[in-house]
């Protein structure tokens, strides 16, 4: 089996005087410069849940550099922040910009031609179609079982919250969406509703192509995630 190193880094948002914990992964055989594929968790989930290192191991195992890192509230950035995830909503989803900047000025020396790519599920999958969809230095955009808008959630954010969080108030209908973006949701998801991948399609004005649907599967793609991961990597080439 392949070695994955993990080198563990510090990513500093110099505004807040806040040092986001994360980790780079790659393998010896990784090219000295190779595209980036930044893997963002789920809601209370961090670079350590079983989902992020899933792909995260698939796609350093195919050739990228992977870098996860912990929201403000999740994982060991906790540490600093505390747990009040809902205190920092805001930021959390504003952090990203800070994220892809270190990544092109601190790592230039493993980034080919800047070519950085943007995966995650549900609340990771929100900011990458929030403020990682307005960030052009994001190539490649790969979004999962994300919510259209946190209007509908139980929990009732005010909304000025809504409209940092939701997909709703970013996306734009272009054609150059087809290029830079891939959703996928499960039918029987329970957790976000399936019709929000309509919503997104829609908006975004992608081709069928742009969007894969699984019956089921649920909001981890069980029984799913290798053809999952596959068609990623098909997705990624445009890279």
Aim: include cysteine; hydrophobic fraction near 35%.
């Amino acid at each position: 089996m392949e070695e994955i190193i993990t080198e563990n880094i510090e990513i500093p948002v110099v505004a807040d005087d806040i040092l986001l914990k994360g980790s780079i992964y790659f393998t010896p055989n990784t090219p000295s410069k190779a595209p980036w594929i930044i893997n963002f968790a789920g809601l209370y989930d961090h670079r350590e849940s079983y989902f992020v290192k899933y792909y995260t191991e698939r796609f350093v195992k195919a050739g990228y550099y992977v870098l996860s890192y912990d929201y403000r509230g999740h994982g060991e950035t906790a540490k600093q922040t505390g747990k009040n995830w809902m205190k920092f909503i805001k930021k959390i989803f504003m952090d990203i910009h800070d994220v892809i900047s270190w990544v092109l000025e601190e790592q230039s020396n493993r980034v080919l031609d800047k070519k950085i790519a943007l995966f995650g599920r549900s609340f990771g999958g929100a900011i990458i179609l929030t403020h990682g969809y307005i960030d052009e230095r994001a190539k490649i955009l790969i979004s999962l079982c994300t919510r259209y808008d946190y209007s509908t959630v139980r929990l009732k954010f005010p909304e000025e919250i809504i409209k940092k969080m939701s997909p709703k108030y970013y996306l734009k209908k272009d054609l150059s969406n087809n290029e830079r973006i891939l959703i996928v949701h499960s039918k029987d998801d329970d957790r976000i509703p399936f019709n929000n991948l309509f919503q997104i399609k829609e908006q975004l004005g992608l081709n069928d192509e742009n969007v894969i649907i699984y019956n089921t599967g649920g909001h981890s793609f069980k029984g799913h995630r290798e053809e999952l991961f596959l068609r990623s990597i098909e997705f990624l080439k445009r890279l």
